[in-house]
């Protein structure tokens, strides 16, 4: 299976399966329309380029053929399910309570439809014992410290970190910590901590000040901005090169998110992050079907911006524009996604196991508490096995191994069914992808 696109005067082909990705001429991306069949590309193309031109051509593509680097054999992927289930990543919801009131909020002003609730110190250990109890020979282990806000939590947090620690030597284990913040409790002592302690953090705003302040209002329902900004800032300038995100959602109401993302460029933020809204599409913020086309074309234009920025000198970051040409396509995303309810787990604060963060208040993903462990093994089953091999909309899907098949949540509470990707997310990430590969030989191209 192979792709091919032009885009920004470029014009790119990717063979799908050995992730080999090729910047070709006019010529050539004719002719992959009536490849392998040369009587019939020479019978159309004859009047519209040299025949000598087409032939080298040709040449080409049946050497890169012979090399397996295009129309390269299909990979077989194991529809494997097992009885063993190391984990590796825990998201942690040391509060189920926010001091933000977001429009867009999927969990419910940070109580996940249910009791506003912070986790108890003992609940949390219990946790953080569970994670080593169950992750066999890992021994590399993340705890993401989420919410609602962690930082209205910030001293169960503290000790679970040096609970952590205690235990890695005994447990031949090594903590990864990382936190998701709204920023409104920042301040130069937890700042420090912060940056001493996570290994990542994750600042939300969503870009410029009438964009965030649609969404993202205070208890008293003002605007955040002015209470943020600042601190978000100084955040990042503490952070300086250790790995950080500013991380933003666009809704409906502002599809001309590119501006947003120049704007936190212009800021000074070096880590952007900024995704669509996943919303039920009665919501008036939602994003729907027919904002697709100037949803793709936005992106165009925001990889046209970047590349522009880049040579004025803004040496920024944008998430969904970073990829790995050299590695190909991810290995592990090729059969399992994200690994949620398999190799990564949520924990509320009163101990209930969920397969991921945006499962939790779900009761019918419970996988079980910590308590008893995980008991429904069905559910976690399901999750393992639904793979791209299970999946039928991803089987001649180009941009599969770069996804994993999207989403299982977005698929659950778009389909109930969590092997039916969200097709909007899907359209949209290959409108990333396409941007992110262009972007790569782009850069290359200049150096």
């Not at 990979?75 to 097992?82: C, G, P, Q, S, Y």
């Not at 040409?325 to 209930?352: E, F, H, M, N, W």
């Amino acid at each position: 299976m192979i792709h091919k696109y032009t885009l920004n005067g470029y014009h790119i082909l990717l063979d799908v399966n050995s992730g080999s990705v090729f910047e070709i001429d006019p010529i050539t991306d004719d002719l992959l329309e009536y490849y392998p069949n040369w009587e019939e590309a020479i019978s159309s193309l004859q009047d519209k380029y040299p025949v000598e031109e087409m032939k080298e051509s040709w040449k080409e593509l049946e050497f890169l053929e012979e090399q397996g680097l295009l129309n390269s054999p299909e990979i077989v992927l194991e529809d494997k399910v097992t009885t063993d289930h190391p984990i590796k990543a825990m998201c942690l919801h040391v509060s189920h309570d926010c001091n933000m009131r977001c429009a867009y909020c999927f969990a419910s002003e940070g109580s996940f439809h249910g009791e506003k609730v912070l986790m108890e110190l003992e609940t949390g250990k219990k946790a953080f014992d569970f994670l080593i109890e169950n992750s066999g020979n890992r021994r590399h282990l993340e705890v993401d410290f989420f919410g609602g806000e962690p930082l209205m939590n910030l001293d169960v947090v503290k000790a679970l970190v040096e609970y952590g620690r205690s235990k890695e030597e005994e447990f031949g284990k090594e903590f990864r910590f990382t936190m998701t913040t709204n920023a409104l409790l920042l301040n130069e002592e937890n700042m420090a901590y912060l940056n001493e302690n996570m290994s990542n953090i994750v600042l939300s705003l969503d870009g410029r000040k009438e964009t965030n302040d649609r969404m993202r209002k205070t208890v008293n329902m003002d605007g955040t901005y002015q209470y943020i900004i600042d601190k978000i800032k100084r955040m990042t300038e503490i952070r300086g090169d250790k790995d950080h995100y500013v991380r933003g959602t666009f809704t409906r109401n502002n599809m001309d998110f590119s501006k947003d993302v120049l704007d936190l460029a212009d800021q000074g933020f070096k880590s952007i992050s900024v995704e669509p809204v996943v919303a039920s599409p009665e919501e008036p913020y939602a994003l729907r079907e027919e904002d697709v086309e100037l949803l793709l074309q936005e992106y165009e234009d925001l990889a046209a911006a970047y590349l522009k920025s880049r040579e004025e000198g803004k040496d920024f970051q944008f998430f969904h524009f970073n990829i790995d040409l050299a590695g190909g396509p991810c290995a592990y995303k090729r059969v399992s996604g994200c690994g949620a309810g398999t190799d990564y787990i949520s924990i509320t604060p009163t101990g209930q196991i969920y397969p991921c963060h945006q499962f939790v208040g779900l009761e019918e993903f419970i996988l079980g508490d910590l308590e008893q462990g995980i008991v429904a093994e069905t559910i976690r089953k399901d999750f393992e096995k639904v793979n791209l091999a299970d999946k039928p909309a991803c089987k001649d899907c180009w941009a599969k191994y770069y996804c994993g098949g999207g989403c299982f949540a977005n698929a659950y509470n778009f389909n109930k069914d969590i092997a039916v990707p969200y097709e909007l997310g899907c359209i949209l990430e290959k409108k990333r992808v396409e941007c992110a590969i262009m972007i790569k030989i782009a850069l290359q191209d200049r150096n």
